[in-house]
C-alpha cells in the first residue's frame, strides 16, 4: 500500500477492488474462527477453551480491520461522487497500516 495512496490498485477502481478482497478475506477468515470457536465450546475441553481467549480476540480484532476498511471505502467514495477522490483515499490507507 505504498506509492499511489490506492492500495493494491494504482486506481481508484483498483483500490476499491482491493479493498473488497481484504474485507472478503477478512470475513472468510472469521467464519473460520466462529467454526473453531464453537467446536471448543462445545468440546468443553479445557485447553480448548482456553484457546478461544486467543481466538475470539483475533475475531475482534478482524471486526475492527473491516470496519476500518469499510471506513475507509466510504470516504473515498464520498469523496470522488465530490470529484476529489484521493484526498480521503490516501488518509484512510495510512489509518488502516495503523491496525
Known amino acids: 500500500m505504498e506509492g499511489d495512496g490506492f492500495g493494491s490498485g494504482s486506481t481508484p477502481q483498483g483500490f476499491f477492488c ?8 477478512l470475513l472468510d477468515q ?9 467446536r471448543n465450546q462445545e468440546s468443553r475441553v479445557p485447553a480448548d477453551l482456553a484457546r478461544n481467549i ?3 480476540r483475533e475475531l475482534n480484532h478482524n471486526f475492527r480491520r473491516v470496519v476500518d476498511l469499510y471506513a ?4 473515498g ?3 470522488s ?10 488518509a484512510g490507507v495510512k489509518r488502516d497500516r495503523d491496525g
Do not use: K, P, Y
Open 18 to 25: 482491493g479493498s473488497f478482497v481484504q474485507v472478503q478475506s
Open 30 to 38: 472469521n467464519r473460520l474462527l466462529i467454526d473453531e470457536i464453537s
Open 54 to 56: 486467543g481466538l475470539i
Open 72 to 75: 475507509v471505502l466510504s470516504t
Open 77 to 79: 467514495l464520498s469523496q
Open 81 to 90: 461522487s465530490e470529484g476529489n477522490s484521493t484526498g480521503g483515499l490516501t
